[in-house]
């Protein structure tokens, strides 16, 4: 069967997962049959789930293309905080309020996006098919750095993380997901990801010690495991954390 070519061109970050003489470039690709288009941007090594809008031709198309001979195809990475219209997504729907599963790797990444306040899942047990069933199931952006995982087809939202230190990658993720209007530090549990709310210190007074009862002016506790907080000695290194973790987040 002779071999057929198309001219890709993939834009933004998209540009960070490909090798680097094929970064910011139109490049061909030659393949034979008729693929679709979703199965040879993976095979480029770009994940289905970091594209939003692909255009063949200068028209907008699904992942269900099928490629044909002299083509020109150009791919975008996903706008969860820009509205690019429905006729364009490859995707059927953007996720407004964005909550996040983690994989086994990331669990630094998880607890300082509960301490930020934002919905984040993690545990340890969980295999591959388990995130992928619950991303889709409870319609959670899956965060991870295993780029095979984000190929499953039940995964639709996702990012592969891109930084290795646990700060950077929360940076990275807050400001892909345009996260600092709607971070609320301080409000979720770090242990389980429940909601906290506020008791009076009396309520739980043969919890805590004394000096805490005479000192702490709020108690939070966790709706679901029960965890108490209070304002620690490590509070004000977590709320310096916080603040320079949304600061280059806005700022970079």
Known sequence: MPSRSTTFRFYAELNDLLPRLRRFVDFVHEFQGSPSVKDVIESLGVPHTE??????NGQPQGF???????DRVSVYPMFE???VGEA?????WPLRQPRFVLDVHLGKLAAYLRLLGLDATYDREMQDPDLARLSASEQRILLTRDRQLLKRSQVTHAHLVRSLEPKTQCVEVVRR?????????FTRCLRCNAQLGRVRTNEVAERIHAWVRAQASEVTRCDACDRLYWRGTHFDRLERLAREILDSAAHT
């Open 64 to 70: 269900q293309y099928r490629l044909q001979d002299g």
């Open 81 to 83: 905080a820009l509205d």
């Open 177 to 185: 997901f345009d996260l600092v209007g709607l971070a609320a530090p």
């Open 51 to 56: 594209v939003e809008v692909i255009l063949v």
């Open 88 to 92: 364009a997504r490859v995707r059927a």
